[in-house]
């Protein structure tokens, strides 16, 4: 059903019932793609390559509010607007991971672990882990 509302979704990737997308046409994902449970993504151009695998309870936030001044309440300084995020092929997000969206890519064949809270790029075939995540070693060596 997405992909006859957006044909950025291929019509082999799947998106649990209880994912929540936003808007349509701000989503690209990849053959043999999926979303899983609880997945949920806000304020965010997002592109996933082929064979990602999102587990349960993924977020991931773009966007942000302005907060330069300190003369006015950061509520008052409106927002950043959607930011972008690319996921390279064949990545594993592990369950309740959360992406800070700020215009930056995931790497191909990278590993989010459960629970990692990440905050910028992460090299392709990187494992990262924690809160802020860091790369815990690489699948490639």
């Not at 690209?28 to 609880?38: F, I, N, P, T, W």
């Not at 191909?108 to 070693?137: E, F, H, L, S």
Request: glycine share 14%; with cysteine; proline share 3%.
């Amino acid at each position: 059903m997405l992909h006859a509302l957006n044909p950025a979704v291929s019509k082999s990737a799947t998106v649990d019932r209880k994912a929540y997308v936003g808007r349509f046409d701000c989503l690209r994902l990849g053959a043999s793609s999926g979303l899983g449970a609880g997945f949920r993504m806000q304020n965010v151009e997002l592109s996933i390559g082929c064979d990602v695998m999102c587990a349960e309870g993924v977020l991931i936030l773009g966007g942000g509010h302005r907060h330069e001044s300190l003369e006015r309440p950061m509520r008052c300084q409106g927002s950043l607007g959607k930011t972008r995020l690319t996921i390279g092929d064949d990545v594993w997000i592990g369950a309740r991971a959360v992406i800070l969206a700020k215009d930056y890519a995931i790497g191909r064949g990278a590993i989010i672990g459960a629970g990692a809270v990440v905050t910028k790029a992460v090299p392709d075939y990187a494992v990262v882990a924690g809160n802020p995540a860091k790369i815990i070693k690489y699948r490639n060596r």
